[in-house]
């Protein structure tokens, strides 16, 4: 009998889709509802093997009207790139298979392997992990994929940006007149796009003498071509929300002294960094929502816009 009432069931027809995917003699014993994501349902499926044994799967189904419309090429391009680093240091799932037009489902879903670690978003241990996923996003960089993938896309423009309620006007005002500028020119590289402590699992020795280590990055649906300053820029601003403007700042130090390479004047730094940044404050509720299901309740959607706007200040401080 199949577990997986609530949150983790998984739709009739999905589930028959899943199925067929299956080798002989398994079957799904168990789901469950994972959190974290903000744009697509994730479920983990617990599958039974014939020899008594089990294994996990991981189950992303696009519901969202806003993100259906665009899920055939989101899902097209995440299985693309799953397969295209099967082959790679980077540690990622593997494609199991994909229904990006919903052909089989209620909903465009793509099945892939569970690989093995959990997201940390506690700031206790954040010293060590730091360095560890700034090396992690140099080896991403590092990629040279014989077709490259689309060329990125800003996700704001200085029209668009609302400061948040209380934040420093004038501040504000300067940083968005420097995205508001023409982009700076830069040497492309291969960008996760979405690369943030969310998205990265790690396994954590419960001992503090054993050094955790970055089992698997996951979610690669908006991968992309452009500047490594931006995905840097993108992790910065998660940095900066979930553990305060410091550590934003702290991300591209640490991004260098593994040896990546950033734009080299500070007003080409600047660009990227607030690029991001300022595309947080229309959606700063939908940012702090899984942080909370993770427990960080703290962080409500007023202590993020807080947190954001004291980042954009430091910005414009220390590089405008």
């Known amino acids: 009998m199949i577990n997986h009432s609530g949150a983790g069931a998984v739709r009739p027809l999905t589930l028959a889709w899943v199925g067929r ?19 697509a349902e994730m479920r983990r499926l617990t599958v039974g093997t014939r020899d008594g044994d089990t294994r996990d799967l991981v189950l992303r189904t696009f519901v969202d009207p806003l993100f259906v419309e665009h899920a055939e090429d989101l899902l097209k391009r995440e299985a693309g790139v799953l397969t295209l680093l099967a082959g790679t240091d980077v540690p990622t799932p593997e494609p199991v298979a994909v229904d990006p037009t919903a052909a089989h489902c209620e909903y465009p879903s793509l099945l892939m392997t569970h690989l093995a670690g959990r997201t940390v978003l506690d700031d206790e241990g ?7 996923l ?6 991403i960089h590092a990629l040279r994929p014989a077709e490259r993938p ?12 609302v400061p948040p309620d209380g934040a420093d006007a004038a501040a504000w005002a300067a940083a968005t007149d420097v995205i508001g500028k023409p982009a700076p020119r830069y040497e492309g590289r291969f960008l996760h796009r979405d690369f943030h402590p969310g998205n990265v699992l790690f396994d954590v020795p419960p001992s503090s003498l054993a050094r955790p280590r970055i089992t698997g990055v996951v979610d690669w649906v908006q991968t992309s071509w452009g500047p490594a300053d931006l995905d840097v820029a993108h992790c910065s601003t998660n940095l900066a929300l979930l553990h305060g403007p410091a550590w934003g700042l702290r991300f591209a130090e640490a991004y260098e002294e593994a040896g990546g390479v950033l734009a080299a004047a500070a007003s080409e730094r600047l660009y990227w960094r607030l690029l991001d940044g300022l595309a947080f404050a229309a959606g700063v509720q939908w940012v702090a929502r899984p942080w909370q299901e993770a427990g960080r309740a703290e962080l409500t959607t007023r202590a993020v816009e807080e947190r954001l706007d004291a980042y954009v200040t430091a910005l414009m401080d220390t590089l405008g």
Do not use: S
Request: aromatic content about 4%; glycine content about 6%; charged content about 25%.
């Open 150 to 161: 689309q060329v990125y896309e800003a996700w704001t423009t200085a029209d668009a940006v």
């Open 126 to 132: 954040l010293e060590a992990r730091v360095p560890l």
């Open 134 to 139: 700034a090396r992690q996003l140099v080896a």
């Open 21 to 39: 995917q299956l080798d002989a003699g398994e079957r799904i014993v168990k789901t469950e509802a994972l959190h974290g994501g903000i744009t």
